[in-house]
């Protein structure tokens, strides 16, 4: 049942690929933390900004308390090796200021941007930078940004 929850998201999640939100009216609101939300509610009818705090929705998302959240150090080399316990559907936040500017520290772990984990490292988002749902590889910069991940899905069934 679990699997099914998790492809579910995956599936519907990749409809939306490519889709350009500064075009589309429908989509214009669709920042990253809204494109999750967007997701989470019509498949589940969950709130993923509901009770979370902090400045964002990204925020709200990794602070709420649905699901197991898993933190992660934004400079770890061993970072690598804790992707293997992402699971499809689950939430990945990144910290969006760059290594060298604005570090997250127990007061500041604001993470700035969300996406979706599909597996095999790949993640769906809504890019700012290219205005459109993307998907991306998490590697490098990616990787580099990465600070938690949370399973949602774990929660509901």
């Known amino acids: 049942m679990e699997d099914s929850y998790r492809n579910n998201i995956v599936e519907f999640a990749l409809i939306y690929l ?3 939100f500064t075009d589309d009216i429908d989509f214009q609101e669709f920042d990253a933390p809204n494109f999750t939300n967007y997701i989470y509610k019509q498949l589940l009818n969950i709130d993923i900004n509901q009770n ?7 925020t709200k998302q990794m602070t709420n308390d649905i699901g197991d959240l898993k933190i ?3 400079d770890d080399p061993k970072k690598i090796n804790y992707i293997d316990e992402i699971k499809k559907g689950d939430l990945i936040f990144f910290h969006n200021q760059s290594l ?6 127990p007061g500041n772990r ?8 599909l597996g095999d490292k790949n993640f769906i988002h809504a890019s700012p930078s290219e205005q459109k749902i993307t998907i991306n590889n998490l590697t490098g910069k990616w990787l580099d940004i990465l ?3 949370r399973d949602i899905i774990k929660s509901i069934i």
């Open 18 to 20: 490519d889709k350009n």
């Open 52 to 58: 979370g705090y902090g400045l964002d929705n990204s």
């Open 110 to 117: 604001y993470p700035g941007h969300v996406g979706i984990y």
């Open 72 to 74: 992660y150090n934004e």
């Open 147 to 149: 600070i938690a991940s």
């Open 100 to 105: 060298d500017d604005n570090k997250p520290s």
